[in-house]
């Protein structure tokens, strides 16, 4: 693993690469500080927030209520200083366009989403709108902002990368289990964060003596044909990618490996649901942090202007019940590096 890991991109800031103490200390404070309340906000000012949402308030509901903690944390009271309207689109990416439209519309003052295709949607009916990604993969190569460190137009909030994640991911299910040759990725067609970083997570796979076998889904009808997919590619693990579809759905994609007697790596909320082994982004404290982008621009800061942020905190989780169904052993070294092994 020591030449293979060379070559594999490493996440910034995950802790379990190892961050300085001052890493730490700055990552804690960005997510966790609690301003004083209602710091120069307008005198009677309503700041109406449209949460377009690409799934549904019971698959994201406990993300929008960390933003609205995030909210409160600042000062902002609900229906006094802030109001939130909901548009859900049901797990139906076709829908996004038109309820981002309907925002554009209302002249609310500003819209939240997650998710490249949220993003996209949002950014296409508005330029003048100010948008906060709560969360949203390859938010450069989906062509969502120019940069990072200045993403211009009327978009800024957190991304990730795909394909650092997803290495790392393979890495995990490589160190917890050597002897793997052949799996199957589980990603959405729909979902253009998805598909832009495949042939690099295939290229990441083949460097550490595993191949891949590409299965896409674009709504949850199409999960048993993926996951027969993999089977009949005689895969013998399963990688699955972040998606808003794939996070609402994480019980049922953890009861198709378990049913497919498949060892996953992905998500956490896969992990605490069945799957083997969950590593990723703690989505309430980045839907949390969002509120602070919120805030920024309600204070007269551009969106445009605010550079896009990347989670400092990742979780690792092993599921040592998945692993008995499985009658599997996970190695020691990766149980000692997870925050959570669930018995």
């Known amino acids: 693993m020591a030449g293979a890991r060379a070559r594999i991109p490493q996440l910034r800031h995950a802790p379990i690469d190892?961050?300085?103490?001052?890493?730490?200390?700055?990552?804690?404070?960005?997510?966790?500080?609690?301003?004083?309340?209602?710091?120069?906000?307008?005198?009677?000012?309503?700041?109406?927030?449209?949460?377009?949402?690409?799934?549904?308030?019971?698959?994201?509901?406990?993300?929008?209520?960390?933003?609205?903690?995030?909210?409160?944390?600042?000062?902002?009271?609900?229906?006094?200083?802030?109001?939130?309207?909901?548009?859900?689109?049901?797990?139906?990416?076709?829908?996004?366009?038109?309820?981002?439209?309907?925002?554009?519309?209302?002249?609310?003052?500003?819209?939240?989403?997650?998710?490249?295709?949220?993003?996209?949607?949002?950014k296409a009916a508005t330029t003048t709108i100010p948008i906060v990604i709560a969360i949203a993969g390859e938010a450069v190569a989906t062509g969502v902002v120019q940069s990072l460190a200045r993403p211009g137009g009327n978009v800024t909030g957190s991304t990730f990368s795909y394909s650092e994640l997803n290495a790392k991911r393979l890495e995990l299910l490589k160190e917890a289990l050597p002897g793997l040759k052949r799996v199957g990725v589980l990603l959405n067609g729909a979902n253009p964060g998805n598909v832009a970083?495949?042939?690099?997570?295939?290229?990441?796979?083949?460097?550490?003596?595993?191949?891949?076998?590409?299965?896409?889904?674009?709504?949850?009808?199409?999960?048993?044909?993926?996951?027969?997919?993999?089977?009949?590619?005689?895969?013998?693990?399963?990688?699955?990618?972040?998606?808003?579809?794939f996070v609402a759905e994480a019980a049922r994609l953890a009861g198709l490996c378990e049913r497919h007697r498949l060892p996953s790596a992905s998500f956490r909320e896969v992990a605490d649901a069945g799957g083997l082994l969950g590593f990723g982004i703690n989505f309430p404290a980045v839907w949390r942090h969002a509120a602070s982008f919120a805030d920024r621009i309600f204070k007269g800061a551009k969106a445009g202007d605010l550079p896009m942020e990347q989670p400092e905190k990742f979780d690792t989780v092993v599921n040592l019940r998945a692993a008995r169904a499985l009658k599997l052993t996970v190695q020691p070294k990766v149980l000692l590096r997870a925050e959570t092994v669930i018995e």
């Open 18 to 122: 190892g961050l300085s103490r001052r890493q730490v200390v700055v990552g804690v404070a960005t997510l966790l500080a609690v301003p004083a309340p209602a710091r120069g906000q307008s005198a009677g000012k309503l700041y109406r927030i449209g949460v377009l949402g690409t799934t549904s308030p019971k698959a994201h509901g406990a993300f929008v209520d960390a933003f609205r903690e995030g909210l409160r944390e600042r000062g902002y009271v609900e229906g006094k200083t802030v109001a939130l309207e909901y548009r859900w689109a049901d797990n139906d990416y076709s829908r996004l366009p038109a309820l981002a439209a309907e925002f554009a519309r209302m002249n609310v003052d500003l819209i939240l989403t997650h998710g490249a295709p949220g993003a996209r949607a949002a």
């Open 197 to 245: 970083t495949i042939e690099v997570v295939t290229r990441t796979a083949r460097s550490i003596g595993m191949d891949v076998t590409q299965a896409a889904a674009r709504s949850a009808d199409d999960f048993d044909g993926a996951f027969g997919q993999i089977t009949r590619a005689r895969c013998e693990a399963a990688l699955i990618y972040e998606d808003p579809l």
